[in-house]
């Protein structure tokens, strides 16, 4: 995904970056690379890590903001609903495959 975002980013450009859990059980040597890293240069980007973790004195604030932006259709909630317990494993054999954009769930009914 950051080689695509690095092929349209505009100059000047703010990255974060977080998540990447398909890469947590990875040796490093099995780990995909970016190829264009060059555009961070040439267009003078700025890429940031962070861990949600770092951050949990905001979530209530953040929880505020965000509630008025998906009611106010600013913000689109992308995720992948698997249904019933039998497609436990599945959905999570998704979240380490790259295979999903946004959030897993898993759906279980009574």
Known sequence: MLEAVLNHVNQGACISLCGMISEYNKVWTERE???????????????????????????????????????????????????????FLESLTSLFSSSNVGKVILQVTP
């Open 33 to 87: 690379g970016v190829r264009n890293l060059l555009n961070v240069v040439g267009k003078e980007v700025t890429m940031q890590g962070f861990m949600v973790g770092s951050y949990v004195n905001y979530f209530e604030d953040f929880r505020k903001e965000m509630e008025v932006y998906l009611k106010e259709g600013k913000v689109k909630c992308k995720h992948k609903i698997y249904n019933g317990i039998e497609s």
